[in-house]
């Protein structure tokens, strides 16, 4: 009865879900004093490493929305023998009317300078959808002004206003994730918002390898992780469960989308201010009479000059210190993730000893039952052999009787007269 109560609450999630994500349009999420003017699309761009799942991640998305998949709409995944088995090109692929998903090549080292300065150009938009993406450093530098989102261009791209961050529970649980918290702090100064991180493979991984996983990820600064399976040629269906975590997903990325559009603008509008500010500056150096009899630098006093050295000692004193402030922040995130993996560690090892505890006492309560099993067989056999001599004992003494009785019968047989006597005896009369 249960189990049917929470299947019911279930379906009927999924089916609200569903309707949400079907009927979302930019900046239906946040509701803002300024009058903003949002895109008319929201784009999710996936990044992850090589074999991480990120084409099949966008089929369990749309099977998730529409609640079912045909095999024709199917985004085509690479064999691993093919191109090494993974995405060359960025890809985009529809979720509804105006949610679009973006794949992208395998990235193996996302904390790389060369790295960042592509993701930075695909979050700004300045990449399209037929060049094939080397992740090498450009030599332009793309801004990061971001207008409306243009009709679908497969040669200008779009700027991404959700990251997801795709790892495998199969594949990564043994990978180098130095440098990821750097990674997640660039994503949150450009966009505003944190990445999500989506961990796939979970219905055919370990347990134990997909906490392992969770645990290092939340410690990395990921705030939202999301557990998924896949749409695969083997499963061409997804549980109930996993179809709920993809369109909560879904709709985080519609929080967070919104979120970055309203930081984007605000941007904006600093950036103007500054430019303006800057602009008026330069426009009172030029109207005031003081800077016609401005000293030259070579006519600075002694005092002039030691300020500016003590100023310029100051400065580079202030960026060393933040260098080391920074780096004794990585070692302690760093330390705190191989602590939080040792607490876990441990946790596990306390949890295998109660296990292996728990077995030794279900073995022992197994050899006591066998022991009194085979007590009760050994009585069982012994009366049965008992009652069997009994029965033996019983028909030979039976026996033995007979054959006395026949002995006896053979040497006194019953007296019998061999001559007979006239009844009654005739009287004599004496003299």
């Known amino acids: 009865m249960a189990a049917d109560l929470l299947q019911d609450n279930m379906e009927s999630e999924i089916k609200e879900l569903r309707e ?3 009927n979302y ?3 239906i999420t946040v509701t803002v004093p300024d009058k903003i003017t949002f895109p008319e699309n929201l784009f999710i ?6 074999g991480c799942g990120k084409s099949s991640l966008i089929n369990s998305l749309k099977f998730a929305v529409s609640g079912r998949l045909r095999r024709a709409q199917w985004i085509d995944v690479a064999s691993q023998e093919k191109a090494g088995g993974h995405t060359m090109f960025r890809k985009i692929a529809n979720l509804t009317h105006c949610m679009y998903v973006i794949d992208n090549r395998g990235l193996d080292n996302p904390s790389a300078e060369q790295a960042q300065a592509e993701i930075a150009a695909q979050l700004d938009g300045h990449r399209g959808y037929s060049e094939s993406v080397q992740w090498a450093t450009d030599e332009e530098q793309p801004s990061s002004d971001t207008s409306c989102t243009p009709t679908l261009n497969l040669e200008t791209g779009h700027p ?3 990251v997801i961050f795709v790892f495998s529970a199969i594949h990564d649980i ?3 994730f130095a440098g990821l918290n750097l990674v997640i702090d660039f994503f949150h100064r450009h966009q505003g918002c944190y990445p999500i991180a989506v961990v796939t493979h979970v219905d055919v991984a370990e347990r134990k390898n997909v906490e392992i996983l969770a645990a290092v990820l939340r410690v990395s600064g990921f ?5 998924v399976a896949n749409i695969t040629d083997e499963h061409t269906k997804l549980d109930e469960q996993y179809q709920l975590n993809l369109l909560s997903l879904l709709e985080r990325c519609m929080t967070i989308g919104d979120n970055t559009a309203v930081f984007k603008h605000y941007q904006r509008v600093e950036k103007e201010k500054k430019k303006n500010m800057l602009k008026m500056g330069r426009r009172e150096k030029v109207v005031t009479p003081e800077n016609t009899s401005r000293t030259k630098p070579t006519d600075m006093t002694e005092d002039q000059r030691c300020k500016r050295g003590e ?6 004193k202030t960026e060393e210190e933040r260098k080391e402030i920074e780096t004794l922040k990585n070692e302690f995130q760093m330390k705190m993730m191989e602590l939080e993996m040792l607490e876990y560690e441990h946790k596990m090892k306390m949890k295998l000893q109660q296990q292996r505890h728990e077995l030794e006492m279900q073995q022992n309560a197994l050899e006591i039952r066998e022991m009194k099993l085979q007590e009760e067989e050994r ?3 012994f009366q049965e052999q008992l009652r069997k001599i009994e029965s033996d004992n019983r028909g030979e003494l039976i026996r033995v009787m007979e054959a006395n009785n026949a002995v006896k019968g053979a040497r006194f047989p019953r007296f019998q007269p061999v001559i007979s006597l006239p009844s009654p005896l005739p009287s004599c009369r004496l003299q």
Not at 45 to 50: E, I, P, V, Y
Not at 311 to 316: G, M, P
């Open 160 to 162: 991404i206003s959700c």
């Open 223 to 227: 705030g939202d992780i999301y557990e």
């Open 174 to 176: 043994e990978a180098d």
């Open 379 to 381: 009585e069982r056999r």
């Open 20 to 22: 949400i994500v079907q």
């Open 311 to 316: 100023v310029k000692e100051t400065l580079q």
């Open 25 to 27: 349009k930019p900046g």
């Open 45 to 50: 761009g996936l990044f992850g490493r090589t």
